[in-house]
């Protein structure tokens, strides 16, 4: 079974979002929104589309908890429901449910160390 496929994204908290976008648009040339920046790729071995989220969140958010550290890494990953049932019977903590939106399927998972991941599938993929 293939785990995950890519990175989808980068969050991290910070004092004040609407700075840092600015600060990255101007001095780095990230093309930020309100939400970040996205950045498009194409898989070399397989030829899919997709992309990467690049995204500052305020440093009050909650999004993280249970962990307490400054980021989330969300990674794409095929067949969410299979892999999540994977994961729990190798013991990984699993921290809701599938959801599932439009733009795809999110759940989220606990590393040895606490660290919130992010495990996205694509709506299409």
Not at 99 to 104: N, P, S
Request: charged residues 30%; aromatic residues 14%; proline residues 6%.
């Amino acid at each position: 079974m293939k785990r995950v496929t890519a990175i989808g994204g980068i969050f991290f908290k910070c004092k004040d979002p609407e700075q840092v976008n600015e600060w990255y648009k101007t001095h780095l040339g990230l093309p930020t929104s309100p939400y970040g920046a996205k950045f498009d790729w194409k898989d070399a071995e397989s030829g899919k589309e997709g992309y990467t989220l690049w995204s500052p969140f305020k440093e009050s958010t909650q999004y993280f908890e249970p962990s307490a550290k400054e980021f989330m890494i969300n990674y794409h990953v095929e067949n969410i429901e299979a892999l999540v049932e994977e994961l729990k019977k190798e013991g990984v903590t699993v921290l809701d449910e599938v959801a599932t939106y439009e733009y795809g399927k999110f759940v989220h998972i606990l590393d040895p160390e606490g660290n919130k991941i992010e495990l996205f599938e694509p709506a299409g993929k």
